[in-house]
């Protein structure tokens, strides 16, 4: 009943598209890209309704004499997370492949902070890197009290494309890294006692799965699953675990894999609706909170944080929202001329 409605609902509307006035079709295509005074290049008027808050939420020092670990903490998401814990007073360890990447980023945290950050070579995939980097942790600053995992690998591809080496790659990486360190963290926390609180960053496409980015989608929903698992069995050590599941937020690197035309960027603002793309400094927020003591209670959980795209492209008559005040006059008349036709 419901796929008939939908099927019935696009026809009509694909149809009053085809012979809608002039006026009509070009409020339509504008509808999403007339940017306001406030709004910048690309977004959606509404965009202006929610603003950006970069500077941290959680007061000064919440996390003074803590330590963060962090993997893939020398760009994009991972180190901005890695500056806001720093600006709140925790020492830092970013760890990641490339080494002089990760001591230039090192550096330029500690110059904005003031707080000491170590730069850690490591290969999540690689469980002996694994052991060494909490090694040099422990080494410098102690045990760490937050573990973020952020390392990730993806891009885009039809799955018949695939090779054995490609699927490795990005499950080595997603969900072998992720357990590799959580593992190696965990048993060194349970060991001496400790309380931590554990984050990893995934996707909102473990909810639905998603074509073209198969092995991404598997390894992902398989860290939620390590998440939820261990949120139940290691509560008891004082562990606790969550994820973020993050929309679009464009960051280095990621969106040349996964957007390499660009065309998703031009597409993504017309369908979040919010009417923009997400911040890395909004994400570094969220995650500050959910490894603080503010959110002791929160464990097992996966939030989303996308400006509310998955649930725009979930509901089947949320197209709908791009119908004109003039096109649901014209609709309203014909489904009325029909239900009087149906009583006759």
Known sequence: ?????????????????????????????????????????????????FPVVKTPMLPKDSFKGKTA?????????????????????????????????????????????????????????????????????????????????????????????????AWRTITDIVLNGTAYVTLEAGKRLISAGQGAAFLSITTTYTRSGSGFVSPSASAKAG????????????????????????????????????DPTGSFTQIAHERIPAGRLGEVEELANLA????????????????GFDGGEYRNMAGQFNMLSQVTPEMWEMMEKMIRGNNKKEKK
């Open 1 to 49: 009943m419901a796929s008939s409605k939908v099927l019935y609902m696009t026809e009509l509307l694909q149809g009053m598209l085809k012979n809608a006035r002039p006026e009509v079709t070009t409020r339509l295509r504008t509808l999403h890209t007339s940017a306001g005074s406030q709004a910048k290049e690309g977004e959606g008027p509404q965009a202006k309704h």
């Open 69 to 165: 670990f962090i993997t893939g903490g020398g760009t994009g998401l991972g180190k901005g997370m890695a500056t806001m814990l720093s600006a709140l007073g925790a020492n830092v360890v970013i760890a990641a492949r490339r080494l002089p990447l990760l001591e230039t980023t090192a550096g330029e945290i500690t110059n904005q902070t003031g707080n000491p950050v170590l730069p850690v070579q490591m290969d999540v995939r690689n469980p002996d890197a694994v052991k060494a980097a909490f090694d040099a942790c422990e080494a410098k600053f102690g045990l760490p009290n937050i573990i973020i995992n952020n390392a990730a690998g993806n891009f885009i591809s039809p799955s018949e494309r695939l090779s054995a080496n």
């Open 223 to 258: 860290v939620e699953n390590l998440t939820r698992s261990l949120a139940a069995e290691w509560g008891r050590y004082g562990l606790r675990f969550n994820c973020i599941a993050p929309g679009p937020i464009e960051t280095e690197g990621a969106f040349s894999r996964l």
């Open 288 to 303: 500050t909170y959910l490894v603080s003591d503010y959110s002791t209670w929160l464990s097992g959980e996966s939030i």
